[in-house]
């Protein structure tokens, strides 16, 4: 008598498929998603959102983000987060602004007098815009920065409030880009451990991928978003 065949279900693993990550369901219809994202999908809702404010220190955004879950993959979460800052109110895109506060310090250079020179500008920046200064500059080093922080920050300072506050917008957005795509490519942390918002976490130096690296962020137009609506 043949051999019957074992059910789909208990099936050996195809090589291919070995060592995949089973980290909650996958959106249905779509390959199973990256452990992080699985758990922001999967997490409740009060998780998720603290979660996400460490990306982004806006009530607002991280509400959006989590009512709009499941996200097939993480194109779809970064083009959500992306609408979400976009439709912000100006009072609340000062306030997600604001929580870059302790973020959005350059780290000493090496340079002192270059670095006095920043500061002092910083200090004219938030004294005229009422939120701190905010730059993508894609992980560079202190020293390699120092220079398009300062060329950046004297051309900014000359802007009205408007146009500042739409282009620290899109500085912002950069920003949570890269954050969010760190996030969702690993396991997130427990939530005990999760720092406030708009403040960093203790264990973690200026000049980590979290703080300014941007791989995901390289365009600076809107992009349609694929996100899947509840």
């Known amino acids: 008598m043949a051999a019957l065949s074992p059910?789909?279900?208990?099936?050996?693993?195809?090589?291919?498929?070995?060592?995949?990550?089973?980290?909650?369901?996958?959106?249905?219809?779509?390959?199973t998603v990256p452990p992080g994202l699985a758990?922001?999908?999967s997490d409740p809702a009060d998780r998720a959102a603290a979660a996400l404010l460490t990306c982004c220190a806006s009530p607002a955004w991280a509400g959006r983000?989590?009512?709009?879950?499941?996200?097939?993959?993480?194109?779809?979460?970064?083009?959500?987060?992306?609408?979400?800052?976009?439709?912000?109110?100006?009072?609340?895109?000062?306030e997600a602004l604001t929580g870059e506060a302790d973020r959005s310090a350059a780290p000493p250079s090496g340079y002192s007098a270059a670095d006095t020179a920043l500061a002092h500008a910083q200090t004219a920046y938030a004294a005229k815009f009422r939120f701190p200064f905010v730059v993508c500059l894609d992980g560079a080093s202190a020293a390699h920065a120092l220079h398009p922080r300062l060329t950046a920050i004297h051309t900014r300072l000359d802007h009205d409030e408007e146009a500042e506050l739409a282009l620290a917008t899109e500085e912002l957005r950069r920003l949570v880009r890269g954050r969010l795509a760190a996030r969702a490519a690993g396991a997130a942390r427990p939530a005990a451990?999760?720092?406030?918002?708009?403040?960093?976490?203790?264990?973690?130096?200026?000049?980590?991928?979290?703080?300014?690296?941007?791989?995901?962020?390289?365009?600076?137009?809107?992009?349609?978003?694929p996100y899947v609506p509840v």
């Open 7 to 31: 059910p789909p279900h208990e099936e050996d693993t195809l090589p291919a498929e070995r060592g995949r990550s089973t980290h909650a369901p996958a959106v249905p219809g779509y390959p």
């Open 193 to 225: 451990s999760l720092p406030a918002p708009g403040r960093r976490a203790p264990d973690r130096p200026y000049g980590s991928p979290e703080d300014a690296v941007c791989p995901e962020s390289r365009d600076s137009g809107r992009p349609d978003s």
């Open 65 to 94: 983000l989590v009512a709009h879950r499941p996200y097939p993959d993480v194109s779809a979460l970064l083009a959500a987060s992306d609408e979400a800052l976009y439709d912000l109110p100006p009072v609340a895109r000062r």
């Open 39 to 41: 758990r922001l999908n």
